[in-house]
């Protein structure tokens, strides 16, 4: 499973120009499942991300979790994450999760992360989206279930 974690002061995804899912203060997740992944995976992969201390404290210090400064969280599917770029010019996603699999445990890490913030939002798995984000910092962190 990989994860691209951006921590935002707002992000909204739009499908067919109508907004699905909104945040203010928090996460937005990319969230990419490739065939080997499974729910404990998935239970690692939101216990660390949700347990993460990179808000600023009163001294400007990365320390406060999302639980403490009560942030949200949008959860977005996004199968590019694991594009193949080796070869041509065109990517390869045949290590990309079947589509079955993967909205189970994009659908499971959405749930999962409900036990960690009173606001989880989410796209719509397989639809042509558009994120709408205001990256804070900027600060984007990449994980990887295989380096974890």
């Known amino acids: 499973m990989r994860i691209v974690l951006q921590r935002v002061e707002r992000a909204c995804v739009k499908v067919e ?3 699905i899912g909104e945040i203010g203060k928090g996460f937005l997740l990319l969230v990419g499942v490739a065939d ?11 216990n660390k991300i949700c347990k993460l201390r990179i808000f600023e404290d009163e001294n400007g210090k990365t320390n406060l979790s999302l ?7 949008l959860v977005v599917s996004q199968f590019t994450l694991y594009a193949d770029c080796k070869k041509g010019n065109r990517p390869s996603f045949i290590r990309a999760g079947a589509p079955d699999l993967a ?17 989880v939002e989410t796209g719509e798995f397989g639809a042509d989206m558009k994120v709408e984000l205001l990256n804070d910092g900027p600060f984007t962190l990449m994980l990887d279930s295989d380096t974890m």
């Open 17 to 19: 120009g109508r907004a």
């Open 36 to 46: 080997s992944d499974t729910k404990e995976i998935a239970d690692k992969m939101v």
């Open 67 to 73: 639980a403490d400064v009560g942030g949200e969280i």
């Open 103 to 119: 909205n189970e445990l994009y659908q499971y890490v959405a749930k999962q992360c409900r036990n960690f913030a009173d606001k």
